[in-house]
Structure formats: structure tokens, C-alpha cells
């Protein structure tokens, strides 16, 4: 049971550091271009993973599952960052949001999210083709 509440508590740090690491990723991702473009080709970094020991796959599928995580709760309102938002909202003002305003804001969120998209994929593109 020892070792069993060890790896618990060695799992929980790893994924707290992670954590931080993915903080501070996405913090040079707004500040820089350069690591944008390093970091988000995740199809090459996967292949070159994959090649290697089980080990390194499994911490680096752990890092994409934190960072993941980190990013679904951005306060951006169709991810669950943002319904957390909307929830927070209806409880400072005891009522609900008016439906219209929350599918505008919903609308808006989406247009950011496709904008990262069309930005990390348009990057992925000029590395794997040169440009």
C-alpha cells in the first residue's frame, strides 16, 4: 500500500509540472513566433516518439494530455474554460444569461478557435513544405 500511495503522489507532481510546462509554453506561444512554429507540429514530434523507447512516448503522451486539459479550460466560451465563465456569471448575478448573448459570445469563441486553427495548421504547412 506504501508504494502504492507513492506512485500516487509521484503522479500527481509529474502531472502538476507538466502542468507548469504547459503554462509556460502557451505563455512563449504569445510571445513568440519562432516557438510557434516549433511547437506546434505535433505530427513529426509524434513520429519521432514513436521511433523511441515506450517510456518517453508515455511522457509525451502525458504532456499532450496536460496541455490539452490547460487549453480546454481557456476562458474562451465554446470550450469548457468558458461554460465555466457562463456558470460563474449566473451565479454573481443569480439569473441566467440571455440566451441570445451566450450564442454570440459562443459564436464569437469559435471564430477564435477556428482563427488557432487555421494559424497552427497554415505553420505546420510552411515547415513541412519550406516557406
Known sequence: MNLFLRAITWAVRAAAALGGAGIIMMALLVCTDVILRKLLNFSILISDEISGYLLVLLAFMALFS???????????????????????????????MPLELR?????????????????ALTNDLLRVFGG
Open 66 to 96: 496536460v496541455n490539452l486539459a490547460i487549453l480546454n479550460l481557456l476562458p474562451i466560451p465554446v470550450l469548457d474554460g468558458g461554460q465555466l465563465v457562463f456558470l460563474l456569471i449566473e451565479g454573481v448575478r443569480g439569473k441566467p
Open 103 to 119: 450564442v454570440r459570445f459562443s459564436q464569437f469563441g469559435l471564430v477564435i478557435l477556428l482563427g488557432i486553427m487555421v494559424l
